[in-house]
């Protein structure tokens, strides 16, 4: 979790972090795993103090507080931040013979152990300038946004831009119908819109984005790709290996929506079996 807005995650290793070990002690067993780390950014002092105090010493687990840097929270980036290591590229965390989980689907694992319930309802955070009352919510899925937003005393006036998902990586929703999912991390409203929508202009080469790429690729070169679509010529630019985490659109002075062209390009690469990702 290391988008800014959301905080569900956080909450939960501070009010379930037994809930949260006993979920990690269940995947060490059925993985066969010898220990297992929590990566938490130094932002979260109070989970970081929580999860140590409850953690036994005969548990191999041990918690890795982490700086403060997006997008941390990327299952690569954090195998890089904790043990040096990099994935692959097109490979996987199974690669090094690691797993990664998030903490809700951690949690989601010792309810349906305790309880037998399944995955029916999940932890989201309502946020921003355009809700009345923000907070974490557990929410069944499949509840429309709108009714959501209605418990925290709905939305206030000039409400331009409703968010599922973080601001980075998340998407504008159409309409309040649409339904909480078992992905959906945060449900975000905002008075102005956080995406600019100005006009876009020709790249300058000025190399930003290649500058906040975590995954050392070429996002603009990328996106010129991806605008003739030549989809399979980006995979010699290794397109897969993009999270999507926004930082290139985010950093480019030009306005050119770079992950959005990065994104169909990668969804043409897997309807035609090509992406492997």
């Known amino acids: 979790e290391c988008e800014p807005y959301l905080t569900n995650d956080h909450r939960m290793m501070v009010e379930r972090p037994e809930a949260l070990l006993r979920g990690i002690e269940i995947l060490l067993h059925n993985l066969g795993a010898k220990a297992a780390t929590i990566g938490v950014e130094t932002n ?7 999860l140590r105090e409850r953690i036994h010493p005969d548990q191999p687990i041990r918690v890795a507080p982490l700086r403060v840097k997006y997008p941390q929270g990327a ?4 195998i890089k931040s904790i043990f040096g290591k990099e994935v692959p590229a097109g490979g996987l965390p199974r690669d090094l013979g690691m797993v990664v989980n998030n903490v809700g689907s951690v949690l989601a694992i ?61 998407s504008s929703v159409a309409s309040l119908d649409v339904p909480v999912l078992k992905g959906t991390s945060g449900i975000l409203a905002f008075r102005e819109p956080q995406a600019l929508h100005t006009h876009e202009y020709s790249c300058i080469r000025c190399g930003r984005c290649l500058e906040a790429c975590p995954y050392f690729l ?26 999507e985490c926004g930082s290139c659109t985010y950093s480019c002075p030009s306005r050119i929506p770079i992950v959005q062209l990065i994104r169909t390009a990668k969804s043409q690469l897997r309807q035609s079996g090509r992406g492997v990702q």
């Open 75 to 78: 299952e690569k980036m954090l």
């Open 44 to 50: 979260k002092p109070e989970a970081i103090a929580v």
């Open 218 to 243: 070429n996002p603009s070169r990328l996106a010129r790709l991806a605008r003739s679509r030549l989809y399979h010529e980006m995979e010699r630019y290794s397109v897969m290996d993009c999270v």
């Open 110 to 170: 010792a309810d349906w152990f305790d309880s037998g319930i399944p995955l029916i309802e999940r932890v989201v955070t309502v946020s921003g300038d355009g809700v009345e009352q923000p907070a974490n919510l557990l929410v069944p899925l499949g509840t429309p946004l709108r009714e959501v937003l209605k418990f925290c005393d709905g939305l206030k006036p000039g409400v331009s831009q409703v968010v599922m998902g973080g601001p980075m990586m998340g």
